[in-house]
């Protein structure tokens, strides 16, 4: 049960496209009809990354920097290290967390049964426009990636003040594990992290 592909996409492999459809995105405009009463205007949700991510790199300048250590495991049927596996560390928002628990929410209502392999993608592709919109506001220097060692552990050093989300998955031939752990680095180094059973975000499938 090594932490494999299994023919799914890296994280990486469709920032590219995200970024295409981001662009797109931002030239789209839409006008009312002519002769059509003009609607109300609402006032556009502002997102909180580029303020976040501008007080990582103020901590980061200031020297408010710590040291995040951990091990990566699964205990059920057997043990089962996350080893020689990529641990990423990326910059949390409040949406993304309550986007990632919804879909927790999902996987625990259904008994911790394996959901479909669409669940990871739907995660997997959420996760990987976050980082996207981190680079476009500045902080894609921010993102750290670390590689376990055989018996799960892990290291990032110079990680600024704030929060932070841990994320890693495992897979095996039968379904997929996914990590996604919010972490508040303080004035302190944090006590050592674990990715374990009690800490999986869901269990999809694997693709077939």
Known sequence: MRNRSNGRPKMGALLPALLVLTACAGKVTTTAPSGA?????????????????????????AGRIRTIGGVGYVTA??????ANGEVSLIPSTPDLEAALARLQRRWLNGKRLPLPYEAFQTAFTRLTAHRVQ??????????????????????????P????????????????????VPVEVGPEDPPLLFLVDGAILLEARSAR
């Open 37 to 61: 009463p003009s609607a109300k205007r609402q006032p556009a949700s502002v997102s909180p990354l580029p303020g976040i991510v501008q007080v990582l790199l103020a901590n980061q300048a």
């Open 77 to 82: 049927p057997i043990a089962v290290p996350l």
């Open 134 to 159: 981190i680079g476009q506001a500045g902080g894609e220097a921010l993102i750290r990636f670390a590689t376990t060692d055989e018996r799960g552990a892990f290291r990032f050093e110079q990680v």
């Open 161 to 180: 003040e704030g929060r932070w989300l841990l994320v890693a998955d495992m897979s095996s031939p039968v379904s997929i594990l996914l990590w996604a």
